[in-house]
């Protein structure tokens, strides 16, 4: 690490994600400077030429890129940072693109023979006249992070109407099947997997998935890693985090998130939900919590990625 590297620390933006993303750029922000790099700190809002200006005026040598969810996940800002012929963290135009919209990604992890829910892409309408598939099933926004949108349908529930009422995500959906079971997360740094993540929503009113506020409330959930489950069954799912961690095109770090269905008396189903290109980054997210498991400090870890893209550059 040379001190004189200049870190620009994009943070904020314009994403439903924008608190997030804030708490994840001070962080990351505050790691930097206790590591010796000179860093600066940008809220990318929705003014682009004010972007451009002010990242033209404190000339980084690399962007932290601490954004989350739309225009800060998807593709956007990398073309951006590609176009300024500016190193960033993280992955690039096309791995972001494709992780983030997540009938492409399945697509692609359907193609790499990785396990997938059934499931299929529908438009709203469709929602609105019928289920499309047995209940229970999944509706997620197509192009939204961090459970953003998603909704469950159970047997004999009546939530369709509402769900579409209350629908701004476009004019389409993912379904899938709903899978049941527990929810565990594996960070990948390179080709590395860090360790699994078990992760147990705290009890609330209306909550029975992993869902916004158990991702980013105080006790919204609880972490246990590494994981109490079977060593294989653990092995196998680091495999599959590195497998589309590579399949996507990912650089840097990325999380890949699964079910594990060990409900039933046979064996155990391991399901690929989706690869986030863009981890949460405060010193006590997932990746983080991962990385400091396996001996990577906070600091270590922010810097490790900043090393990444100027290598990569």
């Not at 047997?155 to 369709?160: A, E, F, I, L, P």
């Not at 590195?242 to 060990?262: E, K, N, T």
Request: proline fraction near 5%; glycine fraction near 10%.
């Amino acid at each position: 690490m040379n001190s004189n590297t200049r870190v620009t620390v994009l943070m904020g933006g314009i994403s439903s994600e924008r608190e997030v993303s804030l708490s994840s750029g001070k962080g990351v922000a505050d790691a930097l400077r206790s590591a010796g790099y000179t860093v600066s700190e940008l809220d990318a809002g929705a003014d682009l030429a004010g972007l451009v200006a002010s990242l033209t005026e404190q000339k980084p040598d690399v962007v932290f890129n601490a954004l989350h969810g739309r225009f800060g996940e998807d593709g956007c800002i990398q073309g951006i940072l590609e176009w300024m012929r500016l190193p960033y963290t993280h992955s690039g135009v096309r791995a972001s693109a494709t992780a983030m919209d997540k009938a492409a990604a399945r697509a692609v992890f359907l193609s790499a023979g990785l396990p997938v829910a059934d499931g299929k892409v529908i438009s709203i309408e469709e929602l609105a006249e019928a289920d499309p598939m047995p209940a229970p099933y999944v509706v997620k926004p197509l192009s939204e992070g961090s459970s953003v949108g998603v909704s469950i349908v159970r047997k004999g529930s009546n939530v369709r109407a509402g769900i579409v009422e209350n629908w701004h995500y476009g004019t389409h959906a993912l379904v899938e099947e709903f899978i049941p079971g527990r929810e565990i997360t594996i960070g990948v740094l390179g080709d590395r997997a860090l360790t699994v993540t078990d992760i147990t929503p705290t009890p609330a009113e209306g909550r029975d998935f992993y869902d916004y506020d158990a991702k980013y409330k105080a006790g919204g959930s609880a972490h246990v890693l590494p994981a109490n489950i079977d060593a294989d069954i653990a092995k196998k799912a680091c495999d599959i985090a590195v497998a589309a961690h590579q399949a996507l095109g990912c650089a840097g770090a990325s999380r890949s998130d699964f079910r594990l269905d060990d409900t039933g008396d046979g064996p155990a189903r391991l399901i690929l939900l989706e690869v986030n290109t863009q981890p949460g980054m405060t010193a006590t997210s997932l990746l983080p919590e991962q990385a400091a498991y396996c001996g990577i400090s906070y600091p270590e870890l922010c810097g490790w990625l900043v090393e990444q893209a100027l290598h990569r550059q």
